[in-house]
């Protein structure tokens, strides 16, 4: 059973910084795509970045430059480092993966979410 669990998600004033982490146990990691996606008040869930087997990554535009993503497939473990934070970041953060080298726009495996709030 492959289960996926996020941490670091809080309160944070805007142009501050977070790093959401996700821990991934039930598959190989190495060949598991990974990414995360956003859902905001009132809003569907969006695409907010993704890392390939390989590390590539991909960007929603609206976070380019601010945000990044890696993994340290050691720890079984991808990471979003979220900077200049702003009012319109706030949402629940869920990571994603697939069984696959590229993540889909439908991902197979989902996390519970982390709350991160940006205050103004």
């Known amino acids: 059973q492959v289960q996926l669990i996020e941490s670091g998600g809080g309160l944070v004033q805007a142009g501050g910084s977070l790093r959401l982490s996700c821990v991934v146990s039930g598959r190989t990691f190495s060949s598991t795509a990974m990414g995360w996606f956003r859902q905001g008040p009132r809003m569907g869930r969006q695409f907010v970045a993704s890392i390939t087997t390989s590390g590539s990554t991909y960007y929603a535009d609206s976070v380019k430059g601010r945000f990044t993503i890696s993994r340290d497939n050691t720890k079984n473990a991808m990471y979003l480092q979220m900077n200049s934070l702003k009012p319109e970041d706030t949402a629940v953060y869920y990571c994603?993966?697939?069984?696959?080298?590229?993540?889909?726009?439908?991902?197979?495996?989902w996390g519970q979410g982390t709350q991160v709030t940006v205050s103004s």
């Open positions: 994603a993966a697939d069984a696959r080298m590229v993540l889909t726009a439908i991902p197979s495996y």
